[in-house]
């Protein structure tokens, strides 16, 4: 399999390219080199991911408080 280097794109990009590293490493046939790789890149984005849902609430909040009263954010439950 050949690793794809990470570049910050689209949150959709980003996590679909994650659930294939989680697809390729539990899978258990990548060679260990490959794995160590893998895993460095799901790392990366992992924390890209985060960031950017960091920004997004963040932007959603700001718009939330800027509609006024009328308009509330609820906490979304942890899985």
């Given at each position: 399999m050949v690793t794809k280097?990470?570049?910050?794109?689209?949150f959709e990009s980003s996590l679909k390219r994650l659930e294939a590293i989680v697809e390729s490493l539990e899978g258990g046939k990548v060679p260990l080199d490959e794995a160590v790789e893998l895993y460095e890149e799901g790392i990366k984005l992992s924390r890209e991911c985060a960031e950017k849902l960091?920004?997004?609430e963040l932007k959603i909040r700001k718009l939330a408080k800027?509609?006024?009263?009328?308009?509330?954010?609820?906490?979304?439950?942890?899985?």
């Open positions: 280097k990470t570049q910050k794109g689209s960091k920004a997004t800027a509609a006024g009263e009328d308009f509330k954010v609820s906490e979304a439950e942890e899985a």
